[in-house]
């Protein structure tokens, strides 16, 4: 971890930057990068957002208060369901109203799994028109909090710190141009299961550690649903894949589904076509 605080610290400094705004989820991620920066860089040149929307888990936003005040940091609360109105986000889907949250998940979960291969259909962007609608959906939602992080950032002259870990990165789980966007990203070298390791070392809530991992842009949607593997496995084969290590004793149809998952993560890469 002290490697870590120095990346931050030296960083931060070399690039002029007067401290850090980091958005806060209420999850474990943010969590442990908000507290490593806060070790760094000392709470006042930390900043926290935290961004809800009308799709939100009831406990998200008193989660993500429950991180801030444990960090000790300054924060404000935005919700960006207004702006997401405007745009026409909501519109792509059913109205949440009256519909309780048990059938908000039972529908997004079927639209999910009405795709063959959903989550390699989301790293090439295919799929049929209700899928693809979905994709802008849910889409969306990271880049407009991309958006206030950088306004909040400017207006400090602070760093944008990102909290995608390595598990996300490799397997291309997050939005392009969205909650990949930052300055900075201290924990993208960490596999999803050693940053509940660091968690558990750093003293984070332990709400926040056992919440189970959700990107938290539709009801039911959670990262290993999502993933369609849990992450003590997926992280296991990744590190034999990375390392070259035999798979004998692996479940063979989740080794060929992470392969093609790492196969089809370049469609995720954040690139510019161009002559």
């Not at 992080?149 to 602070?158: G, I, P, S, T």
């Not at 966007?181 to 070392?201: G, M, N, Q, W």
């Not at 991992?213 to 084969?237: H, K, Q, V, W």
Request: hydrophobic share 35%; glycine share 6%; with cysteine.
């Amino acid at each position: 971890m002290e490697t870590i605080k120095k990346f931050i610290k030296t960083n931060i400094e070399k690039y002029k930057f007067k401290g850090v705004v980091i958005g806060i989820s209420g999850g474990i991620d943010s969590a442990v990068v908000g507290k490593l920066l806060v070790d760094s860089l000392g709470r006042d040149n930390v900043f926290g957002l935290i961004l809800p929307e009308r799709d939100s888990a009831p406990e998200t936003t008193h989660d993500a208060v429950l991180v801030c005040d444990y960090l000790g940091i300054k924060y404000n609360i935005i919700n960006i369901t207004g702006v997401l109105r405007k745009i026409g986000v909501y519109s792509l889907k059913p109205p949440a109203f009256p519909f309780p949250r048990a059938i908000q998940k039972k529908y997004s979960r079927n639209v999910w799994n009405n795709e063959e291969e959903p989550f390699i259909q989301d790293l090439t962007t295919q799929g049929d028109e209700s899928f693809s609608e979905s994709l802008a959906y849910y889409r969306t939602k990271p880049r407009i909090r991309s958006i206030l992080l950088y306004f909040e950032a400017e207006k400090r002259n602070y760093a944008v710190a990102g909290c995608t870990n390595k598990t996300e990165y490799l397997t291309g789980f997050y939005t392009k141009w969205g909650d990949e966007v930052c300055d900075i990203e201290p924990i993208r070298h960490l596999y999803k299961t050693e940053v509940f390791e660091i968690a558990e070392k750093l003293n984070i809530p332990q709400k926040i550690i056992e919440k189970t991992p959700s990107p938290d842009i539709a009801p039911g949607i959670t990262d290993e649903f999502a993933l369609g593997i849990d992450y003590s496995e997926l992280d296991r084969i990744l590190f034999k894949i990375e390392n070259n290590e035999d798979l004998y004793d692996e479940n063979k149809d989740n080794v060929n589904k992470i392969k093609e998952i790492l196969d089809n993560r370049k469609y995720r890469e954040a690139k510019q076509l161009h002559l």
